[in-house]
């Protein structure tokens, strides 16, 4: 019996690691709440781990007043988490297509051959993560896998794709044995990480060819992994109905990164045609302006941020003491019509889901008066914006914006302001579409 609960926390401590690495949920000691799909759960993180390999106390199902009712089984957080993924994705995205399956498909098979996690190592490195027992132990590993399987996998790469590279190499190779081992007790994380730096810039410098893939794990601010709990591309069946979960790449903070250099709060755009821009004023009716905007319904129903107007004179007087975002209102003509939250991305929420540089920016839209949507406002405003930034910041290479990805007109007004879609990432509330205007 104490095996079989043993294997069912691990089963559902896998998928909620997954869960929030693939969301991009902060993890920090102590209490973590989560609302996952229509189920509430709550747990003790009791390790915080780099490169994701969080460790967990019993999991439970709380109950309205937060409370907890029960333990949260591997089968119930499969669900709960296969109804929040497909929630998040559109209705035709192959994650909803009823021949995709779902999560609780892969537990009802996983759960006769005791499978843990969804997408399951190979049996040498499960083997090494159970066999070591000390950091000394730990230390001459990653020495012996770093000379006889990193080093000739990295050699014989062909310049191809470097996020499936980084997905099978280092991702789900090296740094989740490193990770279980931090979680298990045997060595301080860091100890392996700083290690293992040193050796892939060794193999830089030794071997010239290979320095793109190398240089991509020391230095970009996240790396590839792969997702199998949230993504609208996921399915859990193969074109035979068989139990094969595809998995889909996303992106995770990069553990061998060294810290980002500094960088400037966020500068003041000039606008033109019309527009002009101020930052929100503590006093004078500015709070007043936007706590009535965004009560109204067409901005409260995707920014989801109704607050008393107490709530928002901090929001915004923290935002204003800060050097992350800086919050506006615009006018158009004379008139104020929207607000506007421009930050640094590197200081957001958003810089652990995609590859970002140092001077990225990004932009939060709402326009206010309802009479001046379906105008062409909001796209005249994200261009005029985006331009703007790129001026005030000649080391900004592109602009972002996160929309959600079931709020289209937002999403088609970023386009046709001259934004692309890059990709589609999960945050802690959405899934969204990753805009980018380019500097050209």
Not at 69 to 86: H, K, P, Q, T, Y
Not at 268 to 287: F, H, I, N, Q
Request: with cysteine; glycine share 10%; hydrophobic share 45%.
């Amino acid at each position: 019996m104490t095996d079989l609960v043993g294997q069912a926390h691990q089963r559902a401590s896998a998928l909620l690691r997954r869960w929030v690495a693939e969301t991009h949920t902060p993890v920090a000691e102590g209490s973590l709440r989560l609302t996952i799909g229509p189920l509430r759960v709550g747990t003790e993180v009791v390790y915080v781990s780099p490169t994701g390999a969080h460790g967990f106390g019993p999991i439970h199902v709380l109950d309205g007043g937060g409370e907890p009712v029960a333990v949260a089984d591997a089968g119930l957080l499969a669900a709960a988490c296969s109804a929040e993924a497909r929630a998040r994705a559109l209705p035709d995205a192959p994650i909803n297509a009823p021949e995709s399956g779902t999560l609780v498909d892969w537990v009802l098979d996983a759960l006769p051959r005791g499978g843990v996690d969804p997408l399951g190592w190979p049996d040498d490195l499960v083997a090494v993560a159970r066999s070591i027992s000390d950091a000394a132990e730990a230390q001459r590993w990653l020495t012996a896998h770093v000379e006889s399987r990193l080093l000739p996998a990295v050699l014989g790469w062909d310049s191809g794709d470097l996020a499936a590279a980084t997905a099978t190499l280092l991702t789900r190779g090296v740094l989740a044995v490193i990770g279980v081992l931090g979680r298990c007790g045997v060595v301080h994380e860091s100890q392996l990480l700083d290690e293992l730096a040193a050796r892939l810039r060794g193999i830089a410098e030794t071997h010239p060819a290979v320095q793109r893939l190398v240089q991509h794990w020391l230095g970009s601010p996240t790396v590839t992994d792969l997702a199998a709990v949230n993504g609208s591309e996921l399915r859990y069946r193969s074109e035979s109905g068989s139990v094969a979960v595809r998995a889909v790449p996303f992106e995770v903070a990069n553990p061998l990164a060294p810290d980002a250099p500094d960088v400037p709060g966020v500068p003041l755009p000039e606008l033109t045609e019309g527009w002009s821009l101020r930052p929100v004023r503590l006093a004078g009716g500015d709070v007043e302006l936007v706590h009535r905007w965004m009560s109204t319904e067409h901005v409260a129903v995707n920014w989801n941020q109704a607050w008393p107007l107490a709530r928002w004179r901090d929001e915004l007087a923290g935002q204003l003491a800060g050097r992350h975002s800086l919050p506006c209102v615009v006018g158009l003509d004379g008139r104020d019509v929207a607000y506007l939250e421009l930050y640094r991305v590197r200081r957001d929420k958003l810089a652990r889901c995609y590859p970002y540089d140092a001077h990225d920016l990004g932009v939060h839209i709402a326009i206010g008066e309802a009479d001046a949507i379906g105008r062409g406002v909001g796209t005249a405003l994200l261009r005029a914006v985006a331009q703007g930034l790129l001026a005030a910041d000649p080391q900004c290479r592109r602009v972002v914006a996160e929309p959600n990805v079931h709020n289209g007109a937002s999403v088609g007004a970023f386009a046709k302001a001259g934004f692309r879609r890059d990709r589609e990432v999960g945050l802690p509330g959405k899934n969204s579409a990753l805009m980018v205007f380019d500097r050209r």
